[in-house]
Nanobody
């Protein structure tokens, strides 16, 4: 099981930027052929957890959901075992608790505490 620690959230105004961090413990050993993928997810009040984007841990290729692809970017620092979510031009509808986990995740996988992002208009 991974241990995941998200941070970087907070209250912001619409149009502001935030960078979220996810420190990952327990990643499998990295090999040239490994294609382990880590993802960002978010859960707004009263809604189910949604996919935000993911990144291939080894190669760095990233994919973002249509709702955020023009505003968010994902990166990672392999040496620091840390994944980032750079969020620009934030909107009130981005308000949610943001989580990271492997992608795809499985039922029963553990989650971190998440980090709250609140965007006011």
């Amino acid at each position: 099981q991974l241990q995941l620690i998200e941070s970087g959230g907070g209250p912001v105004q619409a149009g502001d930027s935030l960078r979220l961090s996810c420190v990952v413990y327990g990643l499998p050993p990295r090999t040239p052929s490994s294609n382990y993928v880590m993802g960002w997810f978010r859960q707004a009040p009263g809604k189910e957890r949604d996919f935000v984007g993911h990144i291939v841990w080894n190669g760095g290729g990233a994919y973002l959901a249509d709702s955020v692809k023009d505003r968010f970017t994902i990166s990672r620092d392999i040496l620091q075992n840390t994944m980032y979510l750079q969020m620009n031009s934030l909107k009130p509808e981005d308000t949610a608790v943001y989580y990271c986990n492997k992608f795809p995740y499985s039922y029963g996988d553990s989650w971190g505490q998440g980090t709250q992002v609140t965007v006011s208009s």
